[in-house]
């Protein structure tokens, strides 16, 4: 399995501060992981998830052979944003 970020994923990761994106990019990698902690679906997307970082959240789509890194925003934000580009 890999890990692919969207261009505007990778964009909202480099634009973070220093300390919050070494620990997104943490957390990133344990996704990987068999089971990986903190997960949750989002309701009304198939297979997009959400996981918390502090105060942002790393939205994805989970498919058999790859994560889809989708958006790495603000928890404030991220839900509008969510709707606009899926819904």
């Known amino acids: ?3 692919i970020l ?12 220093k300390f919050d994106s070494i620990a997104i990019a943490q957390k990133i ?5 068999p089971n990986p902690s903190g997960i949750e679906k989002l309701a009304g997307f198939p297979n ?12 994805f789509r989970k498919t058999e052979t790859a994560i889809f890194i989708i958006l790495i925003r603000h928890r404030r ?3 509008r944003l969510v709707k606009e580009l899926l819904g």
């Open 1 to 3: 399995m890999k890990i």
């Open 6 to 17: 969207s261009p505007r994923a990778e964009k909202q990761l480099s634009n973070l501060p």
């Open 29 to 33: 990698r344990s996704l990987l992981q």
């Open 48 to 59: 997009v998830y959400r996981v918390r970082v502090g105060n942002y959240r790393i939205v």
């Open 77 to 79: 934000d991220v839900y």
